[in-house]
């Protein structure tokens, strides 16, 4: 597995505070009075899509299942063809080996960071066969613009030393260091991805952009859900538990991987019920909602990161995968 990770510049790993000015609306504790994206309560199967593009060149078929991406997104890329033996796609310096699935040719991710720039990337996937001959195919994917909110965060005086730049850093490089490890094996099942607590009020979104006391500007790195102090949270896919431990920001923590490139992690957390190393089933507890961390009060923040970048949660669990 080849994963490069980028570093981005200014992501952070925020979650909420005592007073949340969100523009345009206000925001009280964990919670804000955002629009809520409908989310099913219980997973439902999500049908697979046509793709938006076929490319056929050769010996082999590229299927690209999205006509663009915005910042932050995931999208998912196909190839078929007799005697492929493997496949991989560069993009923006970066090199992401696509995954097998039995009779099914071979899948791969192509996340975005929320902080790539917005234009048009040239996509070139490298493909190889049994026989040692390799083609590449060339395509263009548009990066859109994320559309991100702005939020002005006021933390309490006895929390305003987690406005810091230097424990973000140290934060985000563990976190680095947990995705780079990537498994090979595909451990989600067909039911695929679900919210962590079923049915949970989506409050502050992915991506906005956040100023801490006037003086510090970083990024959300996931989504906030609303949720009491003690309230179970469940994995969102079955996967292996590789982190459990205290954070600085986001406090008690336990992060998921689901393989090829793709974790999740679960935040703030009272009690963990789970411990590294533990193979975990879909929808399995994996501890309480807390408020430890950068936090004023109990919620939880759950984040997505597919080949080394955080990326919109709900996005990747509503679109398609092979499963
Ligand atoms: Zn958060």
């Not at 938006?52 to 078929?61: P, W």
């Not at 909110?149 to 730049?165: C, E, F, G, M």
């Not at 936090?295 to 509503?318: C, L, R």
Request: a negative charge; hydrophobic letters at 40%; proline letters at 6%.
């Amino acid at each position: 597995m080849h994963v490069s990770l980028k570093r981005p510049a200014l992501i952070s790993l925020i979650c909420l505070s005592v007073l949340v000015s969100l523009l345009p609306v206000t925001a009280q504790d964990g919670g804000t009075t955002m629009p809520t994206p409908v989310v099913p309560a219980t997973p439902t199967p999500i049908p697979k899509p046509p793709p938006t593009t076929v490319l056929t060149e050769e010996r082999a078929t590229l299927e690209v299942y999205f006509a663009s991406l915005e910042q932050g997104q995931t999208g998912l890329l196909h190839v078929m063809g007799d005697g492929l033996a493997g496949a991989r796609l560069s993009f923006a310096n970066t090199l992401v080996d696509f995954f097998s699935m039995p009779d099914d040719g071979y899948y791969g991710f192509l996340s975005i960071s929320m902080e790539q720039t917005a234009r048009n990337y040239d996509l070139d996937v490298l493909v190889w066969y049994a026989d040692g001959t390799r083609q590449t195919i060339s395509t263009k994917i548009e990066v859109v613009i994320g559309g991100f909110i702005k939020q002005v965060v006021t933390l309490a005086p006895d929390k305003s030393y987690l406005a810091d730049p230097e424990l973000e850093r140290n934060e985000l490089a563990k976190f680095e260091s947990i995705f780079s490890n990537v498994s090979p094996d595909k451990l989600w099942d067909a039911s695929g991805f679900q919210m962590p607590i079923p049915g949970g009020e989506l409050t502050s979104p992915f991506g906005a952009f956040r100023n801490f006391n006037g003086t510090m500007d970083t990024r959300h790195t996931g989504w906030d859900i609303r949720a009491t102090l003690g309230q179970p949270v469940m994995a969102s896919a079955a996967g292996t538990v590789v982190y459990t431990g205290f954070m600085d920001i986001h406090g008690n923590v336990v992060v998921v991987d689901h393989g090829m490139g793709v974790f999740t992690t679960y935040n703030h957390f009272s009690q963990t019920h789970v411990t590294r190393g533990q193979t975990i089933t879909a929808g399995q507890v994996l501890g309480l909602v807390g408020a430890t961390g950068r936090t004023s009060g109990a919620h939880f923040h759950w984040e997505v990161a597919v080949n080394g970048n955080f990326v919109d949660a709900v996005q990747f669990m509503n679109m398609w995968k092979p499963g």
